[in-house]
Each structure stands twice: as structure tokens, then as C-alpha cells.
T-cell receptor, first 110, second 115 residues
């Protein structure tokens, strides 16, 4: 079983739509969770960390569900510029070892 | 300020040759990570450094892969006797420290093609 699993998509949504991604992780001892964004042929960049209480940054909301071992990302009022691949990242037993999901591709259409 | 830089940006080599990939982290970042990303795949963790030490090398795919870091700064990833399955983008990231929620800043990667 993979450490981190994501639906690869693609999610094709119109501008202004609300879209949500989930990511499941296998290690119940994981303590650090992140969402990164990766544009085509570019390096990943941090979108947001995910805290136990959930957190929001503008149009983006991240949630953690420890009981079910998944994290979610909600994007409201989608923009064309949100089109990218969203990577879920979780640390392993060793806090310094990080596992990336394969990513969920989002296409926002005009 | 300057971000993470990697060189070369692209490398084409013949099967069986050795290659050396370089990473210059952000100044002052003590933690450094190497990942590999194959086409259409997620990032595969290879190794991390805290200072010059690499406590966990278990992510290296085989003994043909090695990495070192000197002076707590520049790191090199060496692949000996390259194979076609080594073709991928090799990404380096650095962070201030190994704290749980530290942001990793990625370099642009080295695209390696083994013919």
C-alpha cells in the first residue's frame, strides 16, 4: 500500500466553481501534512500546511481527519490560474522523511 | 533572495556512464532533501541531510546512488553506471531545519535522460 494516495483526476471545472480533493495516508503516526502545488514542468511549491484544527488561506481551506487518515483541500471560486497538479505530502515515522502523493490534476476552464 | 539552484538543468548520458548532480540550497538552510520524479508520477524521497549528515539513506534506489553534502551547503547526488530506468527529474529541496512544519523550497530540478 502506498504511503499517500490521491485521485489523479483530472478535475475539469468552470471558473468560479468550488472543488475539493482528498488524500489518504497510511501511517497513523504521521504528524506533518502539507499541500503543494506543481505547475507543468515546474518544481513543487508549498500551497499550505495542514493543521489539526484545519486552516484557511483566502480561497483555500485544508482539513485533517486523523480518525480516517485523510486530508482535504477545498478551493472556492476557482480561477484559471489555479490549474495545476496538487500534491499531498505527509511525513513518515521519521519526521524528516516525507512522502508525496502522485498528485491531483486540476483544470479550470473559462 | 536566491532560491535553491541545481545543475545541470538537463543531462543526457549513455547507459553505464556516471553522472553527478549538484544542488545549492538556500543560504542558512540546514536541511536538504533529494527527490526523484518520473514522468507523470509523484516525488520519490531519496535522502535527506541535516547539516552534513545523512541519517536515513534508505530511500536511495540502489547502491549505485550516493549523495554527499559538504560545509553544510552544496550537495551532490552521484549515480554510477546509469541505467535507463534512472531517467527522471531529480529535485532538490532545502528547509531551515527539520522541524515538522518547515516549508521545503524546491530547486528547478535536473532532467536526466539515460539513453
Amino acid at each position: 500500500r502506498k504511503e499517500v494516495e490521491q485521485d489523479p483526476g483530472p478535475f475539469n471545472v468552470p471558473e468560479g466553481a468550488t472543488v475539493a480533493f482528498n488524500c489518504t495516508y497510511s501511517n497513523s503516526a504521521s504528524q506533518s501534512f502539507f499541500w503543494y502545488r506543481q505547475d507543468c514542468r515546474k518544481e513543487p511549491k508549498l500551497l499550505m500546511s495542514v493543521y489539526s484544527s484545519g486552516n484557511e488561506d483566502g480561497r483555500f481551506t485544508a482539513q485533517l481527519n486523523r480518525a480516517s487518515q485523510y486530508i482535504s483541500l477545498l478551493i472556492r471560486d476557482s480561477k484559471l490560474s489555479d490549474s495545476a497538479t496538487y500534491l499531498c505530502v505527509v511525513n513518515g515515522d521519521n519526521f524528516n522523511k516525507f512522502y508525496f502523493g502522485s498528485g491531483t490534476k486540476l483544470n479550470v476552464k473559462p | 533572495g536566491a532560491g535553491v539552484s541545481q545543475s545541470p538543468s538537463n543531462k543526457v548520458t549513455e547507459k553505464g556512464k556516471d553522472v553527478e548532480l549538484r544542488c545549492d540550497p538556500i543560504s542558512g538552510h540546514t536541511a536538504l532533501y533529494w527527490y526523484r520524479q518520473s514522468l507523470g508520477q509523484g516525488l520519490e524521497f531519496l535522502i535527506y541531510f541535516q547539516g552534513n549528515s545523512a541519517p536515513d539513506k534508505s530511500g536511495l534506489p540502489s547502491d549505485r546512488f550516493s549523495a554527499e553534502r559538504t560545509g553544510g551547503s552544496v550537495s551532490t547526488l552521484t549515480i554510477q553506471r546509469t541505467q535507463q530506468e534512472d531517467s527522471a527529474v531529480y529535485l532538490c529541496a532545502s528547509s531551515l531545519a527539520n522541524y515538522r512544519q518547515e516549508t521545503q523550497y524546491f530547486g528547478p530540478g535536473t532532467r536526466l535522460l539515460v539513453l
